[in-house]
């Protein structure tokens, strides 16, 4: 079993920038992909982006390549997403989630453990 915390996320303004954090617990982390997600009112949860259990595998959607990067220590049971300069559109809630694969997928249907989320409000 793995249970996923959130943290970093806040009010900043347009161009700014973020670190969320993802803290884990459980035995199977190290062995897992982990995804971030976001979410707005009325619209489906979508992936932001991806790294599989060993970090050589990483993706992003189109919209925030160059802007946000993902990563994760086994070690110390984490993973984080920097966002760098935000935009509005960016303003969501934000998950981390965990899937029983290696590698990580592209839908959130295939996410077994899921965070509670934490809000990102990006003001112009």
């Known amino acids: 079993q793995v249970q996923l915390v959130e943290s970093g996320g806040g009010l900043v303004q347009a161009v700014g920038s973020l670190r969320l954090s993802c803290a884990a617990s459980?035995?199977?982390?190290?062995?897992?992909?982990m995804g971030w997600f976001r979410q707005v009112p009325g619209k489906e949860r979508e992936f932001v982006a991806g790294i599989s259990w060993n970090s050589r595998n990483k993706n992003y959607r189109d919209s925030v390549k160059g802007r946000f990067t993902i990563s994760r220590d086994n070690v110390k049971k984490t993973a984080s997403l920097e966002i760098n300069r935000l935009k509005p559109e960016d303003t969501a809630v934000y998950y981390c989630?965990?899937?029983?694969?290696?590698?990580?997928?592209?839908?959130?249907?295939?996410?077994?453990?899921w965070g509670q989320g934490t809000q990102v409000t990006v003001s112009s």
């Open positions: 459980g035995r199977f982390f190290s062995s897992v992909a």
């Open positions: 989630a965990a899937t029983f694969s290696s590698d990580f997928y592209y839908v959130s249907e295939k996410y077994a453990y």
